[in-house]
């Protein structure tokens, strides 16, 4: 069992900065690919970012290219996920993920799941 919680949402101007951390704890952490979700009300949980196990690659949605950034600290078994020039549209409730083995892009290749920190950009 891995357990992830999330932490750094809040309410911030458009145009500001956030930085969500998910604190990971169980099994392994360097074994696990970790990803970023995020759910808006009324829709669908998307990805927003992913990073393998090492670190050393990384895969964004189009909609966050240039603005978000993953990272990871293996010997503090957390992920992060920098937040810049956010938009009222990046409201929603994120969430962390982990997965054994290979970095995943789609919802159901992950295993386990955080608790969600939510994040509100005011216009």
């Known amino acids: 069992q891995v357990q992830l919680v999330e932490s750094g949402g809040g309410l911030v101007q458009a145009g500001g900065s956030l930085r969500l951390s998910c604190a990971a704890s169980?099994?392994?952490?360097?074994?696990?690919?970790m990803g970023w979700f995020r759910q808006a009300p009324g829709k669908e949980r998307e990805f927003v970012a992913a990073?393998?196990?090492?670190?050393?690659?990384?895969y964004y949605s189009d909609f966050v290219k240039a603005r978000f950034t993953i990272s990871r600290d293996n010997a503090k078994n957390t992920v992060y996920l920098q937040m810049n020039s956010l938009k009222p549209e990046d409201t929603a409730v994120y969430y962390c993920?982990?997965?054994?083995?290979?970095?995943?892009?789609?919802?159901?290749?992950?295993?386990?799941w955080g608790q969600g920190t939510q994040v509100t950009v005011s216009s």
């Open positions: 993920a982990s997965k054994y083995g290979v970095i995943g892009l789609t919802r159901p290749s992950y295993e386990y």
């Open positions: 169980g099994r392994a952490f360097s074994n696990y690919a």
């Open positions: 990073i393998t196990w090492s670190g050393f690659n990384t």
